[in-house]
């Protein structure tokens, strides 16, 4: 009895030619050995792109009435009149500041004005608004916030990338008479030598 056998060729590419061919008594059998491509990494990776930030309100007195210890981003629950009014730049932060009650951070003093279209379900202005941390960085704030002299006070309100309310809550130090002082006096020198490098 006579076997035939069909015998089928493809063309080799790139990884057969790396590979090795190896023949034994049972037939052909064909084992790819090569090396597998590395990708290779661009020296230049691209960047990311810069997070864009928009400012709704910041605390300018809290440079020169404290000194900034640390700092921490905190969440904030918002009624929806109260995030059209901020978006509209109704929001005051200077007299505002944080206290911690049944484990809890709320922002006291802010003064977020009524949202014209929001009729009878308007907001309370100055109602105490609830900021969300981490348990960590809870226990880390609220802990130094007990020590003598520290104290909780928000910075800034703005909306990130995303499009949601933040407050950048910071742990200050109340400064000095002579520390004001300095404060202003470098300042003074600061806005001298940026008048000095216009003229140039």
């Known amino acids: 009895m006579r076997t035939t056998f069909l015998l089928l060729v493809r063309p080799l590419n790139q990884r057969d030619l790396a590979g090795r061919v190896?023949?034994?008594g049972s037939g052909l059998q064909s084992r790819v050995m090569g090396k597998k491509k590395k990708q290779s990494k661009s020296k230049t990776a691209a960047k990311k792109p810069a997070v864009r930030l928009?400012?709704?309100s910041e605390?300018?007195?809290a440079k020169f009435k404290y000194e900034i210890l640390d700092s921490v981003e905190c969440g904030m629950m918002l009624m929806g009149s109260e995030v059209?009014?901020?978006r509209d730049g109704k929001l005051s932060?200077?007299?505002?500041y944080i206290r911690i009650k049944d484990h809890e951070l709320w922002l006291i003093g802010s003064d977020i004005g009524h949202y014209a279209n929001a009729g009878m379900w308007n907001h309370d202005p100055r109602r105490p608004r609830k900021l969300l941390v981490h348990g960590r960085e809870f226990e880390k704030f609220a802990g130094k916030a007990q020590e003598r002299g520290l104290t909780l006070i928000p910075l800034r309100v703005y909306f990130n990338d995303r499009g949601i309310a933040k407050c950048m809550m910071g742990l200050v130090q109340g400064k000095k008479l002579h520390d004001k002082r300095e404060t202003l006096k470098k300042r003074d020198v600061d806005r001298g030598l940026q008048r000095?490098?216009?003229r140039r």
């Open 196 to 198: 000095a490098m216009r």
């Open 84 to 86: 059209k009014s901020i």
């Open 54 to 56: 928009t400012i709704a």
């Open 93 to 96: 932060i200077d007299e505002a």
């Open 22 to 24: 190896e023949i034994d």
């Open 59 to 61: 605390n300018r007195k």
